[in-house]
């Protein structure tokens, strides 16, 4: 298959994720919406303990002492920042301007010089200098138009181009509770297989990690029903009942999800 089809299937993959329309409706809060402390208390545990994993390894054998790092769908920084002692300059490009203040709160607490750019990428891409190294962690399931956000990141980057995303799409351990709530069936498809296709057929000589998550998605079954009521448009009033079913359901404690690296030169 060639990348255009390649890139079509990604789409209409991502596509089928859509909410059906009167449980959207329905829904207290946006089911989709990055939640901010989560991706906060994951840079903080990634600041802490670093992590000896394919994704930062990858990242800091090709990043020079001083290197400067982009970092597309930043969030706090979990994937750069854990870096701050070889990074000579951080960009970091997030549609969230929350999020990107928590990324330059902490840079400044570390002493790592950041510039930080609101919007979407490639929509801003202009708007970043050419750097040594890029990293996008967690941020291609997000991505419909998956050719122009790749050839952007692969155009910014003069040495290395680095992805981490989850092997199956990150909202997929919660199919036996839609099923249950909603009676809907959630897709299996795109994985992360697909990501990797699509980059080859553009060109780029990938190379593939495969590990186990190196955190528990949740602490409690507490946390994963109050995750699952926003997630599956359910009012957080049931997350009593969403945390006894999900133990009924064989789904407590969550197997770790696998982690996929992928990057090239
Ligand atoms: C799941 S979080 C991952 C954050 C961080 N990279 C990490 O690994 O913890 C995804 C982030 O990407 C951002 N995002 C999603 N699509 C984006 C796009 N096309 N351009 C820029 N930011 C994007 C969201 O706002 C969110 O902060």
């Given amino acids: 298959m060639d990348a255009e089809e390649l890139a079509a299937r990604w789409r209409e993959r991502l596509e089928s994720w859509a909410i059906p329309e009167e449980i959207l409706a329905a829904a207290p809060v946006d089911p989709w919406c990055y939640p901010l402390a989560r991706f906060a208390t994951r840079t903080d545990r990634a600041l802490a303990e670093p992590d000896d994993g394919p994704t930062m390894a990858r990242l800091a054998e090709a990043l020079p002492e001083g290197g400067t790092l982009l970092d597309v769908g930043s969030g706090p920084g979990a994937a750069s920042l854990p870096l701050r002692d070889r990074i000579g300059h951080l960009w970091a490009v997030d549609s969230s301007a929350e999020m990107l203040e928590e990324l330059s709160a902490r840079a400044d607490k570390l002493g790592v010089p950041a510039t930080t750019v609101e919007g979407r990428w490639p929509d801003v891409s202009g708007r970043v200098p050419e750097v040594d190294v890029v990293v996008a962690a967690h941020v ?5 138009d998956l050719v122009d956000f790749l050839q952007a990141l692969d155009r910014s980057a003069r040495r290395r181009v680095v992805l981490e995303l989850p092997h199956r799409h990150p909202m997929s351990w919660m199919a036996p509770l839609w099923r249950h709530f909603h009676g ?16 080859a057929a553009l060109g780029f000589a990938v190379r593939v990690e495969e590990r186990e998550a190196p955190l528990e998605r949740f602490d409690s079954l507490g946390e994963l029903a109050a995750s699952a009521c926003h997630r599956i448009c359910l009012d957080p009033s049931r997350s009593e009942e969403v945390a006894r079913t999900a133990l009924e359901l064989g789904m407590w404690p969550l197997p770790r999800d696998r982690w996929v690296t992928l990057w090239w030169e």
């Fill in 140 to 144: 291609v399931y997000n991505v419909p």
């Fill in 184 to 199: 809907v069936d959630r897709p299996v498809r795109p994985v992360a297989e697909d990501c990797v296709a699509l980059a």
